[in-house]
Nanobody
Framework: QVQLVESGGGLVQAGGSLRLSCAAS????????MGWFRQALGKEREFVAT????????DYAGSVKGRFTVSRDNAKNALYLQMNSLKPEDTAVYYC?????????????????WGQGTQVTVSS
C-alpha cells in the first residue's frame, strides 16, 4: 500500500515559480515510478511529467517541457515538481501518482496510487 500527500500549491502570478512536493508512505517508494498529472476545472486529467524509480529517466508533456522539472529523493520518500515561468493555463489541481513498476508512463490508468491533489492557481 502506498499513500501519497501533495503540498506546495498556491496562488502565484504569471511568470512566477512554485515547487510541489509529494510525500509517500510505504517501503516500496524506491521501486515505484512516479508521475504528476493535473486537472483544470471542466477538463480531463492530463499528464504533466513522469520519473523512473531511479530518477534517471524523465518525460514531460510538451506544454511544460523546459519550464517544469520533476525529481525525487528516495531516501526521503519524496517526489518534487519545480514549476517555473508559470502561465495562467497551468492553473489546475495537481496530483502525484505511483506505479508498482520502475518505468514511467504518460497514461493515468497505469498508476495504482494517487494523492488527493493540491491546487495551483496562476493569475495573469
Amino acid at each position: 500500500q502506498v499513500q501519497l500527500v501533495e503540498s506546495g500549491g498556491g496562488l502565484v502570478q504569471a511568470g512566477g515559480s512554485l515547487r510541489l512536493s509529494c510525500a509517500a508512505s510505504g517501503r516500496t517508494f524506491s521501486t515505484n515510478a512516479m508521475g504528476w498529472f493535473r486537472q483544470a476545472l471542466g477538463k480531463e486529467r492530463e499528464f504533466v511529467a513522469t520519473l523512473t524509480s531511479s530518477g534517471r529517466g524523465t518525460d514531460y508533456a510538451g506544454s511544460v517541457k523546459g519550464r517544469f522539472t520533476v525529481s525525487r529523493d528516495n531516501a526521503k520518500n519524496a517526489l518534487y515538481l519545480q514549476m517555473n515561468s508559470l502561465k495562467p493555463e497551468d492553473t489546475a489541481v495537481y496530483y502525484c501518482a505511483a506505479r508498482l513498476v520502475p518505468f514511467g508512463s504518460r497514461a493515468s490508468d497505469d498508476y495504482e496510487y494517487w494523492g488527493q491533489g493540491t491546487q495551483v492557481t496562476v493569475s495573469s
